[in-house]
């Protein structure tokens, strides 16, 4: 299970991010540290961006689940990165660079299993092309519990 949690519907006053193509900024990239996986520790990260929809609301949203840290040809984190930036960083560059970074976010909606609400989920991240970035605005944004650090982390190369 993730450390990096969000609230159900219901418990809590935000609203749902409609859905949509909207342009988003990287906010904040969390170290979950090392988590258990059927093959052994992995290093795991998340990219958390605040998106403006046309609703005029600002929505702080996360990727799905944390990315392993790695560039593999079949990792989400390879995918996401070359989708996002055009290419895959190369092996060991770091990813302080993404903070602050602008791209263009499709946001999806599922129904929860227990038929309660949805799921509200970042389907794709693509570069910002023209659109215009939303102004950082952190002053309701929390580093989410159980994350180890802000920032800093390196992508590792996967044989």
Known sequence: M????????????????????????????????????????????????????????????RKKMPFNAKLHKNSMMGQTLKSWLGAKPNPGEGIEDLYQLGAQVNVSHDPKDDGDGVWVNIEHVLPAGGMAMPKMDLTSYNIPDGSTERMGVSIIHSP
Do not use: N
């Not at 990096?4 to 219901?10: Q, S, V």
């Not at 090392?34 to 046309?54: C, D, H, M, N, R």
């Open 2 to 61: 993730s450390r990096f949690t969000f609230t159900e519907p219901g418990d809590s006053d935000f609203p749902e991010c409609p859905i949509g193509m909207w342009p988003a900024r990287c906010i904040d990239i969390v170290d979950h540290g090392e988590e258990p996986t059927q093959y052994g520790p992995k290093l795991k990260i998340s990219f958390v961006f605040q998106v403006a929809a046309g609703d005029g609301a600002t929505y702080f949203l």
